[in-house]
């Protein structure tokens, strides 16, 4: 089977998803250190300007956003399971919650209070994804009080669910969603342990971090960009699934532009080649890498047609 390749940066939390889900199923897979704000230029060809991180490369097939990353890494290595088939849809939905509701004040607060230990630039990049100015210090100053409370308000909710002594956050049985919550509340941590005060007296979380955390990685083995590029250009991607579609969908064949709903707007351009229930999948060509096939979770973006584009 083709190697896995994990393009991402240490202080990545949706990267540590991955990670920590590649360790869950004891895989050995690649490692690319990407740059944490853009430019990319090792990664824009394989992804034809997503921005987002992580990016999971399976030679010519790049998959976008952890949502879809986790669910192909089921896929391709469902055991261990991380969708239970009697607790998938509730840890679907616990997941929501944390990437959305809980990771978003947690980021606010936490890069705030960390600006000295953030690279250079990171601040207005993560605006710029937004559509947002710049920040100024003293705006960062007024995000960190007022998300301080959203913050400590949802870590007693965590600590909630784990009241009644189960082992992983939706029962007995780890998901999904142990992975959701783990590297939102992992972020605290993640460059300094400035913050570590506002999760050391849960002790419930304490301990189901713990857990979590000892999955490990995986086996990563270092791997450049260069290689990567080589992989994606010695490879044909995989020949696609059959497709699901809604009558309203585009057709196969059609170009189409797919890009994230709330951030990181930048659209990725294609000829639609599959779709299903849970992902858009779009072929593009690309000087440094020839043919290469994107794919992207259905939910949370947005697949429109690509009026009068000339072939990808």
């Known amino acids: 089977m083709t190697d896995l390749i994990l393009h991402h940066y240490d202080f990545s939390n949706y990267s540590e998803k991955v990670r920590l889900a590649l360790g869950y199923k004891d895989l050995s897979w690649r490692s690319v250190i990407i740059p944490p704000i853009a430019p990319k230029p090792d990664l824009t060809p394989l992804?034809?300007?997503?921005?987002?991180?992580?990016?999971?490369?399976?030679?010519?097939?790049?998959?976008?956003?952890?949502?879809?990353?986790?669910?192909?890494?089921?896929?391709?290595?469902?055991?261990?399971?991380?969708?239970?088939?009697?607790?998938?849809?509730?840890?679907?939905?616990?997941?929501?919650?944390a990437e959305n509701r809980l990771f978003r004040p947690i980021s606010l607060y936490v890069s705030g209070s960390n600006l000295e230990h953030l690279p250079e630039g990171l601040q207005a990049d993560r605006s710029i994804m937004r559509g947002l100015p710049p920040p100024s210090a003293a705006a960062m100053g007024r995000a960190v009080e007022r998300n301080a409370p959203l913050v400590r308000l949802q870590l007693r909710k965590v600590e909630a669910m784990l009241a009644d002594g189960r082992t992983w956050i939706v029962g007995e049985a780890l998901t999904v969603a142990d992975l959701a919550v783990y590297h939102a509340l992992w972020f605290f941590t993640a460059r300094t342990e400035l913050l570590l005060p506002e999760i050391a007296p849960f002790e419930r979380i304490n301990a189901w971090m713990a857990r979590v955390r000892a999955f490990g990685h995986g086996n990563p083995t270092p791997f450049s960009p260069?290689?990567?590029?080589?992989?994606a250009a010695d490879t044909a991607p995989e020949t696609p699934r059959p497709s699901q579609r809604f009558h309203e969908d585009p057709p196969l064949g059609a170009m189409v532009r797919m890009r994230a709903d709330d951030y990181g707007q930048d659209p990725v351009?294609?000829?639609?080649?599959?779709?299903?229930?849970?992902?858009?999948?779009?072929?593009?060509?690309?000087?440094?890498?020839?043919?290469?096939?994107?794919?992207?979770?259905?939910?949370?973006?947005d697949l429109r047609p690509q009026r009068g584009a000339a072939s990808i």
């Open 226 to 231: 260069a290689d990567a590029l080589r992989v």
């Open 47 to 97: 992804t034809g300007g997503y921005r987002r991180t992580p990016v999971l490369q399976i030679g010519a097939d790049i998959y976008c956003d952890t949502s879809l990353i986790v669910r192909e890494l089921e896929r391709r290595y469902p055991t261990p399971t991380l969708f239970p088939a009697d607790l998938a849809a509730i840890a679907d939905a616990i997941t929501y919650w």
């Open 269 to 301: 351009i294609g000829e639609l080649v599959f779709l299903d229930t849970d992902e858009v999948a779009l072929s593009r060509n690309d000087p440094q890498t020839g043919a290469v096939v994107v794919h992207f979770p259905r939910l949370g973006y």
